[in-house]
């Protein structure tokens, strides 16, 4: 604290550790904090229900006073993901432990714990993805213990590939799938049925029609887990070196409740959305909360616009097998092959890697093409 207040303000603050990956106790005038009535506003804006005065804002964990700036400049935005509505869903699906009871997922028993054969049998866990990529890890058959996992090497899964799962659905599908939530909103889809599930009447003018099938509209509230999905850690660490982890999850995944996801209305916000919380700037506001859980509650905050060159890159990271061929077909356009590297010098980044970019199919590389992230 001395060596703070002694500090002339010159060279730069550092981060939470050093390089040695110790905690970073050294003094700088700008770790002293400075907060007031402007600043207390914007806490209030981004921490805080609409209409919280100032003075009762919650503090956000700093360690620097440069950084309140960008905290002005995200309440500054005005659209935030609350904005969407019911446009979006929030859940976290099963709860490990009361779900084992009433029979809605079953654990794997040691040494039987298979390979997910479809998305339907795969419940997420938390080590099975991190950021940006959906196969970090799986389990080992035997997994008792939180290290009980395998990193996996992307570039040589197969395309249809599916880690362990240590949980699976219940036997009774149709049980099941009653059970999974559905979403706050409703769509129309088009159904073929016989004519004689249609009506019990005979009527003379639609005797032609008996013998043929016919097309009906009908609205219903879809299962989440029909939606490809924004999928993140909820439980959170500060002190890791990324705090918001999240993926796109494929239609079938389910996943248990140390895990959040979001169903979103539209692909192309959806994409947006994920992408977004990619970035080190959201990573820094979940990260300057201090909470341990990250619920919608937070994420509801954040800034939320749509963006195509983001959508690009979400889908580039997070369609890596043919589970996401739907969602690569749906957020694809032509523009996309135009795009360019930040860094085009970099002999690392292929200069061609845009332009290849299949139209209609999965990107099938490891995070990029010969392994280059993207």
Not at 300 to 326: D, E, G, K, M, W
Not at 358 to 368: C, D, F, V, W, Y
Request: charged share 20%.
């Amino acid at each position: 604290m001395d060596a703070c207040y002694a500090h002339d303000g010159s060279g730069v603050v550092g981060g939470y550790k050093n390089e040695l990956g110790k905690w970073n106790t050294a003094g700088h005038a700008d770790r002293i904090v400075r907060v007031g009535d402007d600043q207390l506003t914007v806490f209030a804006k981004l921490y805080d229900e609409p209409g919280t005065p100032p003075r009762r804002a919650r503090l956000p964990a700093l360690h620097a006073g440069h950084l309140s700036s960008v905290l002005a400049k995200l309440a500054a935005y005005p659209r935030r993901l609350a904005d969407l509505g019911d446009d979006y869903f929030s859940t976290e699906m099963w709860h490990e432990t009361m779900q084992q009871h009433d029979g809605t997922i079953v654990r794997n028993a040691d040494r039987s714990a298979p390979f997910a054969a479809t998305p339907e049998d795969w419940v997420l866990s938390g080590p099975h993805f991190f950021l940006a990529n959906p196969f970090n890890k799986t389990p080992r058959a035997i997994c008792s213990a939180n290290g009980h996992y395998d990193p996996l090497d992307l570039e040589t899964l197969p395309d249809d590939y599916l880690p362990r799962s240590n949980y699976r659905p219940m036997q009774d599908r149709a049980e099941y799938a009653r059970r999974t939530p559905r979403v706050s909103w409703s769509e129309a889809e088009t159904l073929t049925l016989p004519w004689d599930q249609l009506t019990a009447e005979e009527q003379a003018e639609h005797a032609s029609q008996k013998d043929q099938p016919v097309s009906v509209q009908r609205w219903r509230q879809k299962r989440v887990t029909e939606y490809f999905r924004y999928v993140q850690r909820r439980r959170i660490s500060t002190s890791m070196e990324r705090t918001l982890i999240s993926i796109v999850a494929p239609p079938g995944a389910a996943h248990i409740h140390p895990v959040l996801s979001l169903a979103f209305k539209t692909a192309h916000v959806l994409t947006s959305f994920t992408g977004l919380t990619h970035s080190t700037i959201y990573d820094f506001f979940v990260k300057s909360t201090g909470l341990g859980d990250v619920y919608d509650s937070t994420l509801s905050r954040l800034p939320y616009f749509v963006s195509q060159p983001v959508s690009l890159r979400t889908a580039i990271l997070n369609c890596l097998t043919t589970h996401y061929s739907p969602l690569w077909a749906e957020v694809f356009t032509p523009a996309f092959t135009t795009q360019r590297w930040s860094q085009p010098d970099n002999p690392r980044l292929p200069p061609d890697f845009f332009a290849r970019l299949p139209p209609e199919e999965i990107l099938r590389q490891g995070g990029g093409v010969g392994g280059v992230e993207a």
